[in-house]
Every structure is written in structure tokens, then in C-alpha cells.
């Protein structure tokens, strides 16, 4: 079992910065791929960004050139680097780790953006 945890999430101002970790209880790099979804009241959950073991990245279109996922697998950390927040990105983010046959979920923390 592996246990993801979020940190980083809470309260800005419309243009803002939020830095979101998720830190894994062991080593990442194992994993196939890791990212982050978020989850709007009254809306399903949708992907935010994914990185994969070869280090591929994809964006959702509403977040490209806004937001950006890194990973650290010395730290078992990935990393969401929001910028130029848009009260419209207001959710709960929650983090993921795929491999075969598994699909972890961590709690979530919620970010929200005030206009």
C-alpha cells in the first residue's frame, strides 16, 4: 500500500502562485505515472497534469502555460507549480500514482481563488 499526501493548497488572490507537493510513503520512480486531478463542486473529477517514469508531460488545455508538474524521485515528491491563477481553478487537487494494475489516490487539498 502506498499512501500519497498533499500539502500546499489554500487561499489566493486571482493571478496569484500555489505550489502543491505530494509526498509518496515510497520510492516514485517504480510508478508509471504520477499527476494531479482536481475536483470542482458540482463537477467531475478532471486531469490536471501528468508526468510519467520517462518523463513525459501533458497538461490539460485550461492549464497549459499557467501550470507546471515536477518530480523529485530522490524526494519521493511530485510537484504542481501554479501560476496566474483563475478563480475558475478553484477545487481540490488531488494527487495520483499509476502503476499496473494500481491506482493510488492521496486526500486532496483544497486550493481556492477569489477574484
Known amino acids: 500500500q502506498v499512501q500519497l499526501v498533499e500539502s500546499g493548497g489554500g487561499l489566493v488572490q486571482a493571478g496569484g502562485s500555489l505550489r502543491l507537493s505530494c509526498a509518496a510513503s515510497r520510492t516514485i520512480f517504480r510508478f508509471n505515472a504520477m499527476g494531479w486531478y482536481r475536483q470542482a463542486p458540482g463537477k467531475q473529477r478532471e486531469r490536471v497534469a501528468v508526468i510519467t517514469s520517462g518523463g513525459s508531460i501533458d497538461y490539460a488545455d485550461s492549464v497549459k502555460g499557467r501550470f507546471t508538474i515536477s518530480r523529485d524521485n530522490a524526494k519521493n515528491t511530485v510537484y504542481l507549480q501554479m501560476n496566474s491563477l483563475k478563480p475558475e481553478d478553484t477545487a481540490v487537487y488531488y494527487c495520483?500514482?499509476?502503476?499496473?494494475?494500481?491506482?493510488?489516490w492521496g486526500q486532496g487539498t483544497q486550493v481556492t481563488v477569489s477574484s
Open positions: 495520483n500514482a499509476k502503476a499496473v494494475g494500481l491506482d493510488y
